[in-house]
């Protein structure tokens, strides 16, 4: 039991203060379960708990209610619609059996012109509470948001396996057909390597994406120029088969740069697999390099249509894709986190006239070039 001037919002009265508000103040008692007022009732005063809980709840819809908050012995509750002279926004009932002290609005504005003390508690309450419900709305939202990408992900990896288990059932199914001959059986086994392939690229990003923060880079001097050589070599092996040449506009630099081979090769595959998707007749993947004394800009360019505005201002967001059916939208997350661990940065951009260019920078190792 809580007596009225005790409550946290009275605690700063003066006595003279004090006995006026005692003057004004009315006790009530609500049994449990019992409601003390509802939304769209008027906002006629406010309440201090002296004895038992109450529950503050809201409509989210027309059918759901929701619980907001509990308050105890001491604490205050339905000032809101006092302050604002509108009707309430909430409803409140009493959990167990409850006794409150009642101000009337009138009686209350009427104190709090008069004690400065009464409207700074008074504030700092409504400021703590408005802490509170951010703190709570913002935890919501970040669970919301979670529950959102999990959901996504989901879908998209079950949508991704789905493709090449399916053609992996088909195509053993008719292979396995006791007349089956021999050139049959041949290409059903390349067609199904093939969608093994997928599936292992796939579980690849998935992991490379659900590595999340922790950074797994293992950064080694590396003379860039010859660590290029090697990729382009590999990009070729991948893009003539789709008629695509890769060209280098320049020799790279030789220059030495921290990094992890392994992984920053995925990058330049990422990126050389997305000009691909955009150049689905061939075309070229020019690649660009301008070294200075911070680092080696790399640029990636294509002879395709170009980024899709729709696209542009989240390219390198996490699931989002555009204009492919088989997109997951990680490719170009994974790059960005993968760049970023080198202590680089990478961003796009369209050529007038060309196609989509992407380019990062790699800061230098020191002492800088190999000599
Ligand atoms: P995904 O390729 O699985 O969709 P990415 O993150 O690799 O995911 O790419 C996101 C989107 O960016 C692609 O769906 C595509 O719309 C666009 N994009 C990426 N690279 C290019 C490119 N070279 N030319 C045109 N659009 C591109």
Same mark, same amino acid.
């Given at each position: ?17 004090? #006995?006026?508000? #005692? ?18 009732? #008027? ?98 939202? %970040? ?30 199914? %008719? ?22 392939? #997928?599936?292992?690229?796939? %579980? ?16 080694? +001097? ?23 040449? %890769? ?32 150049? +689905? ?8 390099? *301008? ?10 360019? *294509? ?69």
């Amino acid at each position: 039991m809580v007596a009225l001037e005790s409550a946290e919002l009275f605690r700063n009265l003066r006595p003279d203060e004090v #006995r006026a508000l #005692r003057q004004v103040a009315l006790e009530r008692e609500y049994a449990a379960g019992q409601e003390i007022f509802r939304e769209g009732d #008027r906002g006629d005063g406010v309440y201090v708990v002296k004895s038992g809980t109450v529950e503050i709840s809201g409509l989210l819809n027309q059918t759901t209610r929701r619980n907001f908050s509990q308050i105890k012995p001491g604490g205050m509750f339905g000032e809101m619609a006092v302050i604002e002279h509108r009707p309430r926004s909430a409803s409140a009932t009493a959990i167990s059996d409850t006794i409150v002290y009642f101000i009337p609005r009138g009686e209350m504005l009427h104190l709090i012109e008069r004690s400065p003390g009464l409207a700074l508690s008074l504030l700092q309450q409504i400021s703590q509470r408005l802490r509170d419900f951010n703190q709570l709305f913002l935890s919501e939202v %970040v669970q919301a948001e979670r529950l959102a990408v999990i959901g996504r992900f989901a879908r998209s990896i079950v949508h991704d396996l789905k493709n090449p288990l399916n053609i992996i059932g088909i195509t053993a199914e %008719v292979a396995s057909m006791p007349n089956a001959p021999a050139e049959m059986r041949a290409q059903a086994s390349s067609r199904i390597r093939k969608q093994v392939e #997928r599936i292992n690229e796939l %579980v690849g990003e998935i992991l490379l994406f659900t590595q999340g923060d922790q950074s797994t880079a293992v950064l080694v +001097p590396v003379n860039f120029a010859e660590f290029i050589t090697q990729v382009v070599e590999e990009m070729r092996h991948e893009t003539e088969l789709k008629s695509v040449k %890769v060209e280098l506009a320049a020799p790279p630099p030789a220059v030495k740069i921290l990094l992890d081979p392994k992984r920053l090769r995925r990058v330049f595959f990422n990126l050389s697999h997305n000009a691909t998707d955009a150049m +689905p007749e061939g075309g070229k993947i020019i690649l660009r390099f *301008d070294a200075d004394d911070a680092g080696v800009i790399t640029e990636v360019e *294509d002879t395709g249509s170009g980024i899709a505005p729709e696209i542009l201002d989240r390219l390198f967001e996490a699931f989002a894709t555009h204009g492919k059916s088989h997109g997951t939208g990680l490719g170009l997350s994974i790059c960005k986190k993968i760049v970023e661990d080198h202590g680089g940065r990478i961003w796009a951009r369209n050529e007038p006239g060309r196609g989509a260019v992407f380019a990062f920078v790699l800061p230098l190792a020191k002492p800088g070039k190999i000599s």
